[in-house]
């Protein structure tokens, strides 16, 4: 499917890197429509918090039991993963399967894409076999919105280009709330690295802003959005400063897929500025914590001793991705199951 500045959000429409994205809430918008999941930008701190509650019981639940529930018996899901995928495409699927859903899963290949077909057209067939909800990846922003208006059925946000990726920003909070033990007021965390073409930041800071949690975000200058600060964080000029009396620190990935040449000057270069290795650790709380959305770049974005030392929290957190997962098929679910 080609995008079209219609549906493009505004950060992108602009050409260059602004930070907002479009805003979509109000009776019109499709962010009060709990069929879908768009961004944590529409979702507020109560709906958040209820989602964290119900990822921690679906968590301890599918580590119980391992025979899978009747609960979504009779709904279909689909996921539709336009872009690579490991954590989150295995997150949906598992937890679609161990509640009792139908899970059948596409990719790009092997559909009448390749023949021409709009990315809507090919939905609706879907729809019409009797799909109700639509998990969805893509490299352009705005597709999960777009299609929010024009099929009928649930539509989850699993990574949207440099939009949001909303299940990735609950999967951090969920983290961070168990090792700060429910507490997110007084908290700092620092965000380091590829802002601009991040949707985990975008959709990290969204949630972390509703919750009270200060962020900092620190990376090379050709990686910052312009106007950053609007997207409710403060920037730092160094990794230092970033750091210094810092709760957590969350690394991201080099979105080398998204980024045009001559952004860095060299890899070895972005790891000795920016790369988040034992010293800077340091620089952090005692008890600070060290988070990465995944995949890493071992030496690059964290330094190897620093992913596998036990301030990492990385594998904690693909093990919460399931538990939200879980809670976020529900809530689509049981919306679906309202209106019908
Ligand atoms: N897995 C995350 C995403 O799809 C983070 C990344 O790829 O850097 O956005």
Redesign the pocket.
């Known amino acids: 499917m080609s995008m079209t500045m219609s549906h493009a959000p505004a950060h992108e429409r602009s050409g260059i890197f602004h930070a907002r994205a479009l805003v979509n809430r109000g009776p019109e918008g499709l962010g009060n429509d709990r069929r879908h999941l768009l961004g944590l930008e529409y979702l507020d701190r109560a709906e958040i918090l209820a989602l964290l509650d119900d990822a921690e019981y679906d968590l301890a639940k599918l580590q119980r039991d391992r025979i899978p529930s009747h609960e979504l018996a009779g709904v279909t899901i689909l996921l539709a993963f336009f872009?690579d995928?490991t954590?989150?495409r295995i997150a949906f699927e598992l937890a679609g399967r161990r509640l009792g859903a139908v899970v059948v899963s596409v990719t790009s290949g092997g559909l009448s894409l390749s023949k021409g077909e709009s990315l809507v057209d090919t939905l609706r067939i879907f729809e019409k076999n009797g799909t109700d909800l639509v998990v969805v990846?893509h490299a352009s922003s705005g597709v999960p919105e777009f299609l929010a208006r024009h099929v009928g059925m649930g539509i989850v946000n699993a990574?949207d280009g440099t939009h949001e990726?909303p299940t990735?920003g609950l999967v951090d909070l969920m983290t961070l709330r168990q090792v700060w033990r429910g507490h997110f007021e007084n908290r700092r965390i620092a965000i380091v690295g590829d802002i601009a073409h991040?949707?985990?930041a975008r959709s990290a800071i969204a949630g972390l802003n509703k919750l009270g949690v200060k962020v900092t975000v620190a990376g090379p200058a050709t990686l910052i959005p312009v106007g950053v600060e609007a997207l409710g964080c403060t920037l730092a000029a160094t990794a230092d400063e970033a750091l210094a009396g810092a709760d957590a620190v969350m690394a991201?990935?080099i979105?080398r897929e998204r980024m045009e040449r001559g952004l860095l000057p060299s890899f070895s270069e972005y790891a000795k500025s920016w790369g988040i290795d034992a010293r800077r650790v340091a620089l952090m709380k005692p008890d600070a914590v060290v988070m990465h959305?995944?995949?890493v770049n071992r030496g690059l974005e964290l330094a190897v001793d620093v992913v596998d030392g036990p301030r990492s929290v990385v594998l904690k957190q693909v093990e919460n991705g399931m538990g939200v997962r879980s809670a976020v098929l529900r809530r689509s679910a049981r919306a679906i199951r309202e209106r019908a």
């Open positions: 872009e995928s954590r989150t990846r990574g990726h990735q991040s949707r985990v991201l990935r979105q959305p995944g995949p």
